[in-house]
């Protein structure tokens, strides 16, 4: 009896290198669910929004509505930026008058350059809602 432990024991010790080299393994990467649910989502609804990624650092909201303007009449361009050092976060929204005008948008800036960058111009999806609050402020939590 004490043999068979033994031997089960070093057999456990030999094949755990394996496992871990398994567990390491870059063939056998599996990639997350989330990546695939997310490349998976349906496309937004034609609006006169769009949502503009891709941008560099370095892009300012002139220069995004310069860039939009020669497909239409640009409403509002707003590149969103970080609050302590005021560079681009890398994305922003352009509203067009009528939504012929923003498919245009799309269609002539989508995959270009704009100082340097690939750029990517799609419609923009609708803001979620935010959550309900109850009157301190606070979260429910799945309290009813």
Same mark, same amino acid.
């Given at each position: !009896? /004490? !043999?068979?432990?033994?031997?089960?024991? #070093? $057999?456990?010790?030999?094949?755990?290198?394996?496992?871990?080299?398994?567990? @390491? %393994?870059? %063939?056998?990467?599996?990639?997350?669910? $989330?990546?695939? $649910? /997310?490349? /998976?989502?349906? =496309?937004?609804?034609?609006?006169?929004?769009? @949502?503009?990624?891709?941008? %560099?650092?370095?892009?300012?909201?002139?220069?995004?509505?310069? /860039?939009?303007?020669?497909?239409?009449?640009?409403?509002?361009?707003?590149?969103?930026?970080?609050?302590?050092? *005021?560079? %681009?976060? *890398? @994305?922003?929204?352009?509203?067009?008058?009528? &939504?012929?005008? #923003?498919?245009? +948008? &799309?269609? +002539? !800036?989508? +995959?270009?350059?704009?100082? +340097?960058?690939?750029?990517? #111009?799609?419609?923009?999806?609708?803001?979620? =809602?935010?959550?309900?609050?109850?009157?301190?402020?606070?979260?429910?939590? *799945?309290?009813?």
């Amino acid at each position: !009896m /004490a !043999m068979r432990v033994a031997a089960a024991a #070093a $057999a456990a010790a030999v094949a755990e290198p394996r496992g871990l080299r398994r567990l @390491f %393994s870059i %063939s056998s990467f599996i990639p997350p669910l $989330a990546a695939a $649910a /997310a490349a /998976a989502s349906p =496309p937004a609804e034609p609006s006169t929004n769009l @949502f503009v990624s891709g941008l %560099s650092k370095r892009t300012t909201t002139e220069k995004l509505y310069e /860039a939009f303007s020669q497909f239409g009449q640009v409403v509002h361009a707003r590149v969103v930026t970080d609050r302590v050092s *005021g560079y %681009s976060k *890398g @994305f922003g929204f352009v509203k067009y008058a009528t &939504i012929e005008e #923003a498919g245009a +948008g &799309i269609q +002539g !800036m989508d +995959g270009k350059f704009l100082d +340097g960058w690939v750029i990517f #111009a799609e419609y923009a999806k609708p803001r979620p =809602p935010h959550p309900q609050f109850e009157n301190s402020g606070t979260p429910s939590y *799945g309290r009813q």
